[in-house]
């Protein structure tokens, strides 16, 4: 036998010896009852199962089974005509009759050749969305990628889509967000890239985007912002425009709250820092750029007097039903509103009547007040929720967004029936343990610190006053609800716990927003900010005999191709009925023999609440009858800044503006036109309950509670009564001169935001918050 086969003789002798040790390693390993041939064939049929070939072969066939995939929607999409958005439908805007009160969506665009639209505007476009236009294919699929990744990670949101797929949504296709529509659009996308130049790409992306103001196309978006040509726009009015598209309603500075503006000031950075970055803009002329504030929007037409603020509380709305702007903006919708003509015409008069026909808007003085009033209103049905009027200001030309709908300033002493409602919900006691009813006994003096609070608190009432019985210084809750004391509610919302309270304002339909002092007396006085609507809910809701209202505006909402599903308006019991027809009882009290007497008619029963602000920046009234509850308010707004003043002095009147003045005529005047040619109701109260009649007071009766009280050495005691013009409001201040604790230039007070926003609270001194 040679060599070679001796090899391959000693080879064949290993590779046995091999196989049996592995036989028998198996046999062992299989244990008793297991044949050494199990394990194994178990083990070889697992992996003849998942062997690298079959796993390698499964996924380059699903990779050519997913291109074959792609290459037969490339071939079977074809690239369509332009989708309905060039001859965009309008939206038509119905009264609760059906009558017409408006159509909208004509198209403010002017279409403009590249050569038209400035260098610096088109590079701006391009470094706000799509850095590698001109390198990519029309698709990004890292782009798309990194979207995803943010999506399902939670991260910060950046769009996918390059500019050549925006402008085929926009100009092809539509908005919704579908996974055909998004095949659809990276199929187009590579053929439109293919078929056109990409400069045309850019104006086409460029004209059929929406800027919001109803401005389509960067043309309509200069003028609107601008009032000027696309060709004239500076580089950080370009950058404006692109920050602007990623979301027109949000980043509107007009309209922007603080959280908005700080995100379009980002997005503007962004922008310009891109724009060094491609090499179209000098570091040393970026350094120093400054963010360009748009001039004030202008009311399209169709949107004239109130109409246009109807119009943004109708789209607001359903947008918080779902429907997205750009469904909304491609128009087809038929939208019947709540609103019934009859009262809006009514109230409407009632501000011009009672307020705008005494206002001089032309006073051109230093310091002038006049020019520096707005008024917002919400009337409701407490059956229904409807909202059957509104008012949002003297027109969109004049103050762009609805004070009916603005979120900026406070409620006042609005707020204290939401303490009494959520004494009696959770039957809370005071610091001498009886029952908190609106017979219960409180200390009414002025300037009292609160007892039984971790944060101390001793606000003074409207002018110093002491509120007594006789000689003592008790007086029941009712009283203290009339003239709307301070003291007794600061009290009171310590009783209650302040978390109590704020669960109950937030289920009778106030929202929760930053910087509501959730564990301070001071929340008693309203130092949160609201609405005129939140208002009406939360009053709907005590005329409602506790069951939940949810203003509504929109009845319905047709559409060919979508569906709207409208606000649930009426719910289950937010607080019982009990609570809530004692508390309507109280408020009966304010209207015959307190701060609301003012409204005080023989046609109608009345429950009311004024409120008044520090610093006088808002007056409010807020009342209802058994068939309407309307909410009027009056806000101190800078022309031009925006910045919150004071009140005082308007209208001549040389007072401070309380609730209980133009507002609550605005009221009464609004609800005799409303009420008339039907019968008024009366309140069904019979589950009221008002407590145990106090005992005669003395001093021997008082709560272990302290009666002293802060001394402010800034206010003098005198008092004058304010002009006749305005009628005296008892919960307001009787001096007819600005209070000397306040800022007589209408400016914050530093104890307090002139924003509207909750300010620190206060641990002494006054606090006007009636």
């Known amino acids: 036998m040679g060599r070679a086969e001796a090899r391959r003789a000693q080879k064949q002798r290993g590779t046995r010896r091999a196989s049996r040790g592995r036989a028998a390693n198996s046999g062992a390993e299989a244990g008793p009852g297991r044949g050494r041939g199990a394990g194994k064939a178990e083990r070889g049929g697992i992996r003849r199962f998942f062997t690298w070939k079959k796993i390698l072969g499964t996924f380059f066939g699903l990779v050519l089974l997913g291109m074959a995939a792609l290459v037969g929607l490339y071939l079977y999409v074809e690239k369509p005509d332009p989708n309905t958005e060039a001859t965009l439908q309008s939206n038509t805007y ?19 050749p590249i050569d038209k639209i400035a260098k610096d505007t088109r590079s701006a476009f391009i470094a706000a969305e799509n850095k590698s236009f001109y390198k990519d294919s029309g698709v990004d699929i890292k782009g798309l990628g990194r979207a995803a990744l943010q999506a399902v990670t939670g991260g910060r949101k950046s769009g996918g889509s390059t500019i050549t797929q925006q402008y085929v949504k926009n100009y092809y296709l539509n908005q919704d967000q579908t996974v055909t529509r998004k095949l659809k659009e990276l199929v187009i996308s590579l053929k439109v890239d293919q078929s056109m130049e990409k400069d045309d790409i850019l104006a086409g992306y460029m004209n059929t985007s929406y800027f919001g103001r109803n401005a389509y196309g960067v043309q309509a978006a200069a003028q609107a912002y601008y009032g000027v040509n696309a060709d004239k726009l500076t580089v950080e009015q370009s950058a404006y425009l692109a920050a602007l598209l990623q979301a027109p309603s949000q980043y509107d500075w007009a309209v ?67 429907i997205t702007p750009d469904q909304l903006k491609a128009g087809g919708w038929t939208i019947k509103l709540t609103i019934d003509p009859k009262k809006q015409a009514a109230l409407e008069k009632a501000v011009q009547d009672e307020l705008e026909s005494k206002l001089d808007r032309k006073d051109t003085k230093p310091k002038a007040v006049d020019p520096s009033v707005q008024a917002g209103a919400t009337s409701v049905d407490p059956k229904t929720g409807k909202i059957v009027a509104m008012y949002g200001g003297t027109g969109q030309q004049e103050h762009w967004s609805s004070n009916a709908l603005r979120k900026d300033y406070q409620p006042g002493s609005t707020f ?63 009283k203290a609800t009339n003239s709307s004391v301070n003291s007794v509610y600061a009290q009171m919302i310590v009783d209650v716990k302040p978390q109590n309270v704020k669960k109950t304002a937030l289920a009778l339909g106030m929202k929760d927003r930053k910087g509501w002092p959730e564990d301070k007396p001071a929340m008693s006085l309203g130092t949160m900010s609201a609405n005129t609507v939140e208002m009406a809910a939360v009053y709907a809701t005590f005329d409602n005999h506790g069951k939940k209202v949810t203003p509504t505006i929109v009845e319905s909402a047709k559409h060919a191709y979508r569906t709207y599903t409208p606000v649930q308006a009426v719910g289950g019991q937010a607080i019982s009925k009990v609570t809530a027809d004692t508390v309507t009882k109280v408020l009966t ?63 001549g009147s040389n007072a401070r503006v309380g609730g209980s003045s133009f507002p609550a005529e605005i009221w009464k005047t609004y609800t005799l036109a409303a009420l008339r040619g039907g019968k008024a109701g009366q309140f069904d109260l019979d589950d009221a309950d008002m407590g145990e009649p106090p005992a005669a007071p003395s001093r021997s009766t008082l709560p272990s509670a302290t009666t002293s009280r802060t001394p402010d050495p800034t206010t003098s005691g005198s008092s004058k009564p304010p002009s006749s013009s305005v009628k005296p409001d008892p919960t307001q201040t009787g001096t007819g001169k600005p209070d000397p604790t306040q800022t007589s230039t209408g400016k914050p007070d530093p104890t307090q935001t002139s924003t509207g926003k909750p300010g620190p609270t206060l641990t002494g001194g006054p606090i006007f918050g009636q």
């Open 94 to 112: 119905q009264f609760s009759d059906g009558s017409v009160m408006t159509r909208t969506g004509k198209m403010n665009r002017e279409i403009l």
């Open 256 to 322: 922007a709250s603080d959280t908005s503006k700080n995100l379009v000031k980002e997005r503007f950075e962004y922008v310009l820092n891109n724009m060094v970055e491609m090499g179209e803009l000098d570091p040393a002329k970026r350094a120093g750029m400054q963010f360009p504030i748009p001039n004030k929007p202008k009311a399209a037409p169709g949107s004239e007097g109130q109409k246009g603020y109807l119009i943004e509380a109708a789209n607001a709305e359903m947008e918080a039903q779902g």
């Open 416 to 478: 204290k029936p939401i303490v009494l409602a959520s004494a009696l919900e959770n039957k809370s006691r005071t610091q001498d343990g009886k029952p908190i009813t609106p017979n219960a006994l409180y200390d009414g003096t002025s300037g009292r610190p609160v007892v039984g609070s971790s944060v101390p608190f001793a606000p003074q009432n409207q002018d110093q006053q002491d509120y007594k019985t006789g000689d003592s210084p008790l007086i029941t809750v009712q």
């Open 589 to 651: 009290g304010v209207v015959n023999e307190g701060s609301g007497s003012a409204v005080k008619s023989s046609a109608y029963e009345a429950a009311a609440k004024t409120g008044t602000t520090e610093s006088n920046v808002a007056a409010w009234f807020t009342a209802y009858t058994p068939e309407l509850v309307t909410v009027v308010a009056m806000f101190g707004e800078e022309p031009g800044t925006g910045t919150q003043v004071s009140l005082y002095g308007a209208a």
